[in-house]
């Protein structure tokens, strides 16, 4: 099975089940649990796992995932497993928060990080929707059931004082540039580094304008959930969106949970560093990795990355070690 990569999505996630190769060594069979396929961050799922595959020993394929919600509760009851998921659903599951109200989430280990969620509001520029308070009333798509971007997009209506006055179809995102391009919806968010594939599908067809956050919304976001930061989609980004649009991103890690070996921890982190080309070449974004990048997790490092990181000199938060 060594180099199968399987459809799938945004978690990554190691079943360390043993197994044996040809020449009689043991293998240990990793799946990297990512986002939906046709993502940014279902692309840099598929550069990881043939990062991680130069590991002797170790087999790796992508498997798709229902969302960032699901990543996370697998954390609970999985051995071995790596998974990505934004930072803000960290910070709800080790505060025992509902969706995850449930025990298991300490387990969790933070590895290494992605590029962060960027916060995409995209809708037809004939929809006449100028500003996010324009959607009262219209149809919309917020994000893919159980992702972070659903939960971020129905956060950011009630900070606007739109809470139950946009029409929220329970969808998965998949179908989010159909309905806009068959005018079924005005519009769809998605949360993904730029420029993010469906979009970039989008715009092939389809003009389209995207909304900003404004500044007074965002100081109140903060106050609810202060893992969100304000950032900029520059102009041109896409086709015929040629002004800078404001938004906000949340930091995507690679996380684990405690069971996984250190020696094997040490052993992907490392992979994952030394090989990141084998990123960059499934997706453009995949150029902005940055080790300094894990700072911004919630969880402790795993031992294993931290002995890593002290071998190439990147500094851990005391809060994280």
């Keep these: 099975m060594k180099g199968r990569v399987a459809s799938g999505a945004v978690a990554l996630m190691v079943c360390g089940i043993l197994g044996w190769s040809a020449d009689g060594l043991a293998q240990t069979r990793l799946v990297v649990k990512s986002a939906r396929a046709g993502t940014s961050y279902y692309a840099l799922a598929i550069g990881t796992s043939k990062a991680l595959m130069t590991v002797p020993g170790v087999e790796a394929s992508v498997e798709e995932s229902l969302g960032s919600v699901a990543n996370v509760k697998e954390a609970r009851t999985r051995s071995n497993y790596l998974f990505t998921s934004t930072s803000d659903l960290i910070a709800q599951a080790m505060k025992k928060t509902k969706p995850f109200d449930e025990s298991g989430y300490e387990r969790i280990r933070a590895l290494w990080a992605f590029p962060g969620v960027v916060m995409h509001w995209v809708v037809r520029q ?41 029409d929220l179809p329970a969808v998965d995102l998949k179908e989010g540039v159909d309905a806009v391009t068959n005018r079924r919806a005005v519009g769809f968010t998605t949360g993904s580094p730029f420029p993010t594939p469906m979009v970039m599908e989008l715009v092939a067809t389809t003009s389209v304008r995207l909304l900003e956050i404004g500044e007074a919304e965002y100081k109140k976001l903060a106050e609810v959930d202060p893992t969100y930061s304000p950032t900029i989609i520059p102009a041109d980004t896409y086709k015929g969106v040629s002004v800078d649009t404001r938004t906000v991103a949340s930091p995507v890690l690679m996380y684990t949970t405690e069971d ?39 969880a402790k490092v795993h031992p294993g990355a931290q002995r890593y990181y002290k071998e190439v000199g990147v500094e851990i938060p005391a809060s994280m070690r």
């Design 126 to 166: 004939d929809s006449g929707i100028a500003t996010i308070r324009d959607l009262e009333g219209k149809r919309f798509i917020p994000g893919g059931i159980g992702t972070s971007t659903e939960r971020l997009t129905k956060l950011v209506l009630k900070v606007y004082g739109l809470e139950g006055k946009v």
């Design 260 to 298: 996984l070996s250190e020696d094997l921890a040490y052993k992907l982190t490392k992979a994952f560093w030394e090989n990141r080309k084998l990123i960059a070449e499934a997706h453009a974004t995949g150029k902005g990795l940055d080790m300094a990048g894990i700072r911004y997790g919630i």
